[in-house]
């Protein structure tokens, strides 16, 4: 009879629980229930879940119509937008105008890569948590990108 080695890896994460005001309870799901695990309030949501989040790092490339001094070449635009005084912030900007430009959304040009993680300890927010977690960036944007209300 051969011989057969079997490997076999066992991943234990500990997964948050579903609490009651979990963010991965909607309302097209039921109300004691992850919508995306089906995994009940006060149980581990599935290893396979969306709800859970971890950190990790990512680089975005887009590609960009922008204005430039007409004189510019590479270097003056390179030096203007990496060793300048020039914010970075004003890249997001950027970003808003060539999709005006454009009248279509940024996905043509864009790319993302993953690069590591960077907490692989799952985390899950509650419904408060995410709702003020999106208020924030939202006055964020509305801050940097210099957006008012009025
Ligand atoms: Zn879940």
């Not at 979990?22 to 995306?36: L, N, S, T």
């Not at 879940?49 to 070449?73: A, H, N, R």
């Not at 300048?84 to 009248?103: E, G």
Request: aromatic share 8%; net charge negative.
């Amino acid at each position: 009879m051969p011989c057969v080695t079997i490997c076999v890896t066992i991943m234990i994460m500990k997964m948050p629980l579903v609490l009651e005001d979990d963010d991965g309870i909607r309302p097209a799901g039921r109300p004691d229930e992850c919508f995306y695990c089906r995994q009940k309030v006060g149980t581990p949501h599935g290893e396979e879940c969306v709800i859970p989040q971890k950190k990790v790092k990512i680089t975005y490339t887009f590609d960009l119509e922008i204005e430039v001094p007409y004189s510019w070449g590479k270097k003056q635009i390179e030096f203007h937008r990496n060793e300048s005084s020039w914010c970075s912030d004003n890249a997001i900007r950027d970003l808003v105008a060539s999709s005006i430009n454009k009248d279509r959304c940024l996905c043509d040009g864009f790319e993302a890569e993953y690069i590591e993680d960077i907490d692989s300890e799952p985390k899950r927010y509650s419904r408060s948590e995410a709702n003020e977690r999106d208020k924030k960036i939202t006055e964020e944007l509305r801050e940097r990108c210099g957006l008012t209300n009025g």
